[in-house]
Structure formats: structure tokens, C-alpha cells
């Protein structure tokens, strides 16, 4: 995947950063956000409020050095979610399935060390990441006459 271009930028920074190593792989999955409750009388509603595509991006095996410059050094994900207190981030892929546009880091991300090659450390991890708008599908108003009832 080395002529794939990914870039990508804090929501609230003004630095694009190219990602020093690219996933492996890819996959995508749906997400829908919903409000679920027990009414008064103790039936259950689900109401769809939202649906958002996820992005998992899988690293096979990636050296620290770059680990710590895409993700855990002062520059990274990591270190700019610290910096400017939010998830999200503007991403720029040629991506097959996954339109440039704003994204929010989800969860599980981590990495895991799978050996050492020399001086070189070796990880295998995976980040998910959300569209942060996605395609709204009802409004939140728990009495909307849209709801799911089950």
C-alpha cells in the first residue's frame, strides 16, 4: 500500500502530518448511534439517531520509531489529542471506501510488541476511526413519532 497517500491534521491544528508508515490493511463497518430508554410504563424504545461509517486501520507490523511519530510522540495522535483536547481529526485518503472529511478516533486503538529485529522494535496494532457527522436519521426528541419500539 506504499502509493497510498494519508494525511492528517488535528481538527483545531493547522499542521497536516503524512502518516510515516501505512496500514496494512483496512476495513470498514457501520455504526449507528441510537437513544434507548424505558418509558414509565417500562417498555423498551430504541431510536435511531444517527449512522456513521468506522474505519479500522491494521498495522501488520510496525517499527516503534514510526509507531512513536504517528501515534505516541509529541506530534502524534496522541500528543495532539492532548494538546487540543479532542478526538477528531481531519483526514485526506485516496482510501478506497473512505472519503476524505472529519473523523473521531474511537476505541480499542492499541499497539502490541511482537519482536525485535536488531535495534529495531516491531508492533502490531490497530485505530478505528468515526465519521464525526455521518447521515442523521432521526432527532433526539424521545417522544418523535419516528421511534422503534421493541
Avoid at 483526514?91 to 473521531?104: C, H, K
Wanted: hydrophobic fraction near 35%; glycine fraction near 10%.
Amino acid at each position: 500500500m506504499s502509493n497510498i497517500a494519508i494525511v492528517i491534521r488535528h481538527y483545531n491544528g493547522d499542521t497536516n502530518v503524512p502518516l510515516p508508515e501505512y496500514p496494512s490493511s483496512y476495513s470498514s463497518d457501520d455504526n449507528f448511534t441510537s437513544v434507548s430508554f424505558n418509558d414509565i410504563s417500562g417498555t423498551f424504545h430504541d431510536k435511531l439517531v444517527c449512522y456513521k461509517k468506522k474505519f479500522i486501520w491494521k498495522f501488520d507490523a510496525i517499527s516503534g520509531v514510526d509507531l512513536n511519530r504517528m501515534y505516541y510522540g509529541p506530534d502524534g495522535i496522541i500528543g495532539q489529542i492532548k494538546k487540543y483536547k479532542s478526538r477528531i481529526f481531519g483526514i485526506s485518503s485516496n482510501l478506497m471506501g473512505m472519503p476524505s472529511g472529519l473523523y473521531y478516533l474511537g476505541t480499542p486503538s492499541s499497539f502490541n510488541f511482537i519482536g525485535q529485529s536488531g535495534d529495531i522494535r516491531w508492533y502490531t496494532g490497530e485505530l478505528h476511526w468515526i465519521e464525526v457527522d455521518g447521515v442523521k436519521l432521526n432527532s433526539i426528541v424521545a417522544n418523535d413519532s419516528q421511534e422503534e419500539t421493541t
